[in-house]
């Protein structure tokens, strides 16, 4: 009897959704760099005399309450929640190796200090740091970037300097350490590259969690101020009308939902890739 090696079926299930999923998020990117390429329209192009129009030929996602064509501001909408989105992450991260990689190698009065200010700012929801970030800065792109950045890189801090200090402790750091090379050198060499690797496959997936939590603080009106076009705050718009024009709520969600879906499969093909298990 044969039996089929799990890893192999793991592999050919994985990799048509890795295709869709970048297939996808190449479009979302498409979408932010040139949206000018996909419609013809600008999001705040209104006609009333179409209010509240269902999906049709003429307007793919329908219309607003405004008669704005909802797939024309879920296009541009891709703008501000990417660039969200990745630069919340890129922000966090860079916060993140600063602390971490502090944490790691500054011995135990560093790492003392830095861990137990990781410890009471995780004891604080990440969500509920970026609310008072808002509150504190106000409404807008560059607050959000902010705000999602600090809510979540303490998160991260800790995952690197847990990394650095498996790393630190390594035979291969102990072997080079018994040769005789630098401090300086151990850590350019070994521990920065080693313990980087994984922050990879964190920022990947991080950029889905920083699309979320800058949508739900647009849902909350505490975002991109309308009439921008943004996903959580077109979310947020189409609430009053969700009985009667579906559509309003349905496609920035699923921009939403894809996106974070499509960043987490990926995220998951290079945990695998960096893992060794893939081929």
């Known amino acids: 009897m044969t039996i089929a090696n799990p890893v192999?079926?793991?592999r050919r299930a994985l990799r048509p959704a890795v295709v869709l999923a970048a297939a996808y998020l190449a479009l979302m990117f498409a979408w932010a760099v040139a949206p000018g390429v996909f419609t013809s329209g600008t999001p705040y192009d209104t006609d009333i005399e179409t209010p509240l129009k269902p999906p049709s030929l003429e307007h793919w996602f329908g219309t607003d309450a405004s008669g704005r064509d909802i797939y024309t501001r879920v296009v541009f909408g891709a703008q501000s929640s990417l660039a969200i989105g990745v630069g919340a992450t890129?922000?966090?991260?860079?916060?993140?190796i600063?602390?971490?990689f502090a944490a790691g190698l500054g011995g135990r009065f560093a790492d003392g200090?830095?861990?137990?200010?990781?410890?009471v700012v995780l004891s604080i929801p990440g969500l509920l740091i970026a609310l008072l970030f808002i509150a504190v800065l106000g409404p807008g792109v560059a607050t959000q970037i902010l705000a999602v950045a600090i809510g979540s890189a303490v998160g991260y801090a800790r995952m690197v300097r847990g990394q650095v200090i498996a790393v630190k402790d390594s035979g291969y750091v102990h072997a080079a350490t018994a040769l005789g090379h630098s401090r300086r050198r151990i850590i350019t060499a070994h521990v920065f590259p080693n313990a980087m690797r994984p922050l990879v496959v964190l920022g990947t997936m991080g950029i889905g969690q920083s699309i979320i939590w800058a949508s739900s603080l647009s849902f909350l009106g505490l975002g991109v101020a309308p009439p921008a076009p943004e996903w959580g705050a077109m979310l947020n718009a189409g609430r009053d009308f969700v009985s009667t024009a579906w559509w309003l709520e349905l496609f920035p969600g699923l921009a939403i939902i894809g996106c974070t879906l499509a960043?987490?499969?990926?995220?998951r093909y290079l945990q695998q890739r960096l893992e060794g298990r893939l081929e």
């Open 8 to 10: 192999t079926g793991s």
């Open 113 to 119: 200090v830095i861990s137990r200010f990781l410890e």
């Open 90 to 96: 890129a922000l966090a991260l860079i916060v993140a």
């Open 263 to 267: 960043v987490t499969v990926v995220g």
């Open 98 to 100: 600063a602390l971490g």
